[in-house]
C-alpha cells in the first residue's frame, strides 16, 4: 500500500509538466514557460515552440536588451512563468515583460548579490 501512495504521489507531481509538454505552444501559455533551470522538470533543456526553425534562424536580430549591472560579468538563465520573465540583476531581482523588455517590478535584495543560480 505505502509503494502504491509513493507512485501516486510521484505521478501526479509530474503530471502538470507532462500535461504542459503536450499542449500546443504558443507565448504566454504554460507550454511556453520556462520555470526551472533546464526547462522542466526532467531538465531536458528543450523548448516545444515552434517560431525559431532553421529555415529562419539566420534572419534573428535582438529585440531589446536589459543591463544586469553596473559592474561584473554575470551568466543567468532567465525564469519565464505565466507570461513574465524574472531574472537576478546585481543586488535585485526584476520581472520583465519577455516580449519588450520593459521592467515591471523590481526587488532589491538587502544586503549582497541576487543569486544567479536556482537550485
Known amino acids: 500500500m505505502r509503494s502504491l501512495w509513493i507512485r501516486l504521489i510521484a505521478a501526479s507531481a509530474l503530471l502538470p509538466a507532462a500535461v504542459a509538454q503536450q499542449s500546443n505552444s504558443k507565448p504566454g501559455s504554460a507550454a511556453g514557460d520556462w520555470p526551472l533551470y533546464g526547462g522542466n ?6 523548448s516545444s515552440l515552434a517560431q525559431i526553425n532553421t529555415r529562419n ?19 543567468i538563465t532567465p525564469i519565464v512563468a505565466n507570461g513574465m ?7 535585485k531581482v526584476v520581472a ?3 516580449e519588450t523588455g520593459k521592467e515591471v517590478w523590481t526587488y532589491q535584495v ?3 548579490q541576487a543569486s544567479t543560480r536556482i537550485a
Request: charged share 15%; hydrophobic share 40%.
Open 57 to 75: 534562424v539566420a534572419q534573428l536580430a535582438p529585440a531589446w536588451s536589459y543591463r544586469l549591472a553596473e559592474r561584473g560579468a554575470f551568466e
Open 41 to 46: 522538470l526532467a531538465g531536458t533543456k528543450y
Open 85 to 91: 520573465m524574472y531574472l537576478p540583476a546585481g543586488n
Open 96 to 98: 520583465l515583460d519577455p
Open 110 to 112: 538587502p544586503s549582497g
